[in-house]
């Protein structure tokens, strides 16, 4: 009777085993020992080489060092800044602005102002009342100091020294735009050689007209009221506008 062939037992079953189970992984392949990275397949592993000979910097077989940061500089405490100091008493800041660009061009402006005025009144004396002109005169005068203290005010900016001048050219102007009209109105009603002679023996003849008055032989108080309107509009439209443009 012939027998069946030989059948190996049954294996037992397994376990279902979780995919996750660092237990179940399979084992890395172990590094040998030394220095280095794990050698590729096939490939015998790295040995360390010899030791260096006396006086030979050691070999390193690794990655090259990685510097390190630079070395900082030591931190010097800041020294305080200086602490504001206001201005003592009665001194006044620095003023900026062109002053004497802003006189010569409030003279010039002026000069062109009192010579418009000399020829208006040469234009129309003839059909004056005594009360136009002293209304035109009084007119010019505010008319010529605005113009001088708002240039001076915004050339000369905060400057003192520019404002006095200021005013003084205005009631200069004031002045002069009607002592002016005198030669003219001369030359006009009498001849050119007329104001010659003037000159010579009477040079005086227009300060002594604008000073009089001619329907009393009294002082004529609008003269030096004229004076006074041109030097106070000059002075406060250029403080008023200095003071404007210092604090822009």
Sequence with gaps: MSQPPFQPPPQPSQPPQAPDNPYNQPASPQQPPGFGPAPAPGQPPMQAGPPPAPGQPPMHHGAPP??????MQPMYPMQPAPHFQAPHFGQRPTASGHPVGAVFLAFFISVIVSMIYSGLILATYKDLTLTTANALYLGHALLNGAIV?????????RNTGAWIW???IAALAAF?????AWPLI???AQSPGAVWDMVRYDAFLPARAWWN?????????????GLLVAAAAAWGLAYLIGNKRRQV
Excluded: I, K, R, T
Aim: charged share 10%; glycine share 20%; hydrophobic share 40%.
């Design 176 to 180: 002069f735009g009607y002592a002016n």
């Design 186 to 188: 001369l030359a006009d």
């Design 166 to 168: 200021g005013a003084v």
């Design 149 to 157: 203290g708002a240039l001076v005010g915004s050339v000369g900016h």
């Design 213 to 225: 008055d001619e329907s009393s032989g009294g002082v004529d108080w609008f003269s030096p009221l």
């Design 66 to 71: 990685v510097p390190g940061p630079p070395p």
